[in-house]
């Protein structure tokens, strides 16, 4: 997003404070419906002279109908770099050293989402840290033909790779939501505990503010169901969507499990009514034919 606008414009419709943000800073944020519900959560990167916007693919294009909509008189330009450029994620302790060492900067004292432009051989790489798996993280962002050579050139540096279903037991026990799993069209941020990281209160109107403000003052905070963390007794691990019981009642379901490598015991992410959310409560799993006994528990899993 560029244009002398661009702050302002997408400050009036996301949930952070945008505005405030100088060159080289960022925030985590998202697009609500007028109902305070996730339309799609987002990284905002201010560069200086342009905004980069970090979101899911399944939601980019809705994200930029939806901008182009709303621009007017405004000075704001929106351009797609999704298949021209690629990014790597670095995670753990040595992030920032490996980054360092790759592109010759020291990452190692950037605050979460400063950014800051490098370079790799010539070419131009936008390095963010984005702390995730519960651990530390850096994000690289450079041209596509670009990636291979420097995978290449980070795994040469200590990094190793991760797979897919590793990273997916790192993210439940550090009991973080994930877009299109834990955060979807028919969730309102603060049943995800989303206030502390995504939303200001105190920046002024956006889309689904309304709602959220009601929430916090009229309800102090209470929204019908939570998203909370289960340990589940056994081996089986059960499938997203399975539904979560105490006693003969329905009070919730799972949105993401795995079996945890720390724990040695499955776990889940799910959202189940507000008096069955406290760490402690004992629920059951539907899971086919064989309910799991499970454990509310308090996030994240594994510190």
């Excluded at 985590?28 to 980069?52: C, H, K, S, W």
């Amino acid at each position: 997003m560029r244009g002398a606008d661009r702050k302002t414009f997408l400050h009036a419709l996301v949930t952070n404070d945008i505005a405030l943000l100088g060159p080289g800073t960022g925030c985590y944020a998202a697009l609500l419906t007028p109902q305070g519900r996730i339309v799609a959560d987002m990284n905002v990167f201010e560069l200086g002279d342009v905004m980069l916007i970090d979101v899911r693919r399944e939601v980019k294009d809705l994200l930029l109908r939806r901008f182009d909509q709303l621009i007017f008189s405004e000075d704001v330009q929106l351009g797609d770099v999704s298949d021209a450029w690629g990014c790597l994620g670095l995670y753990g302790p040595q992030a920032a050293a490996i980054t360092g060492g790759v592109l010759g900067a020291d990452a190692a004292a950037f605050k979460p989402f400063q950014n800051a432009r490098l370079l790799y051989k010539g070419e131009l790489v936008i390095t963010a840290r984005r702390d995730g798996l519960g651990l530390r993280g850096i994000l690289l962002f450079t041209a596509a033909p670009q990636i291979p050579a420097l995978a290449q050139a980070l795994l040469a540096a200590g990094a190793e790779p991760l797979s897919a279903e590793a990273a997916g037991v790192l993210r439940l026990e550090a009991g973080e939501p994930a877009f299109l799993a834990e955060l979807t069209d028919d969730v309102i941020p603060l049943e995800a505990d989303l206030e502390a990281t995504a939303v200001s209160f105190s920046k002024g109107c956006f889309p689904g503010q309304e709602v959220l403000v009601r929430i916090r003052d009229r309800g102090h905070g209470r929204v019908a169901r939570k998203l909370v963390g289960m340990t589940i007794d056994g081996e089986s691990v059960p499938v997203a969507g399975s539904r979560v019981r105490a006693g003969d009642k329905d009070v919730g379901h799972v949105t993401s499990a795995v079996m945890s490598i720390a724990l040695g015991q499955p776990i889940a992410l799910g959202y189940v009514q507000r008096d069955f959310a406290m760490p402690g409560a004992a629920v059951t799993i539907v899971h086919g034919d064989s309910p799991l006994n499970a454990t509310v528990t308090e996030l994240p899993f594994v510190r």
